[in-house]
């Protein structure tokens, strides 16, 4: 006689992490609208796949700028043409600003004023012109400890290895941020959306704890602006990595910047999120050249790799009423014409 056994009732899935949802936005991001990325190191990883995606983008004009006031600051004097409070200072005998990254310096205090006019002119440039297209301004915020400097108690955007004696480091408060940021946003231009998020990496020469209390001022700060200025929206970048992801394996080998993997996961929620179906399969078609682009033959004087290439500058040819590909078509032609 065969047993007979309770007939087997569905297994419960469990969850393991859970995934935040980002729901689309209101207003859409296409290949014809202007970006401009802005802020901590995470708006240069966002800013670079927009780039390699073929959007119109200009990516962290200023360098790495981590905390909110100095960052709202060169945005409103570069839409106003105003001059920065900060000013040129000397180091082994090189000369930066307390406005801008590390990544600019000069051999005098007059080359690098004029580098700095150059950089905020090419950010005015980009948001103001032309004057109807579609403008997006993707603001990643780093921190809210600041550095001012003892003498005056202006507000520094880097320190650049000068002695600490020199400034006072101190907590924004979130009435500050939020006041910076009403004087950047009357100098936009109207039709400019703009996207905040809060980067998820984290600031360890704070100590944890109180990179916690950074974060969270950052963030309360964002959620009331965001209530304040319906031009504004949130995307959680922060949470996602935080929150959703939430394990050591999606870190750089530094445990505190994302892994390759956590930014293109990130990225995916920002597509889907801005993106809508034409952006995505226009990406798609354009990723797929993109890697025949990148194709290294065995036998590049061969009949077969000549063929390939054709096949790709007809692809290039279709794309290019969508995307500027003329630097792609002028490589390609090259190499057909040395075949």
Known sequence: MVPQYPHPQPVTRMEFRTELTVPPSDKAITHKSRLLTVGSCFADEVGQRLADNKFQVLVNPFGTIF?????????????????????????????????????????????????????????????????????????????????ELAESGVPVANCHKIPAKNFRKRLLQTEEIIGAFEKMFVTLPKNCHIILTVSPVRHIKDTLPLNTVSKSV????????????PQTGYFPAYELLLD?????????????????????????????????????????RWQKIRQGLAHRPLQANSASHRRFLEDLSQKLAEIAPHLDVSEEMAELQEQLNTL
């Open 244 to 284: 959703d992801l939430r394990d050591y394996r999606f870190y750089a080998a530094d445990m505190l910047h994302p892994s390759e993997q956590a930014v293109d996961y990130i990225f995916d929620k920002f597509a889907s999120a801005y993106f809508r179906l034409p952006t995505l399969q226009l990406m798609q």
């Open 218 to 229: 950052l963030r309360l700060a964002v959620h009331q602006i965001t209530e304040k200025f």
């Open 67 to 147: 905390n909110p006031v100095s960052l709202f600051e060169l945005l409103e004097k570069s839409l106003s043409g105003e001059p920065l409070r900060t000013m040129p200072v000397e180091r082994d005998g090189l000369f930066f600003h307390y406005g801008l990254h590390s990544r600019y310096f000069a051999e005098s205090p007059e080359a690098i004023n004029q580098l700095v006019r150059r950089q905020m002119q090419q950010t005015a440039d980009f948001l103001q012109a032309p004057a109807n297209s579609d403008k997006w301004l993707i603001i990643t915020l780093g921190t809210a400890w600041i550095y």
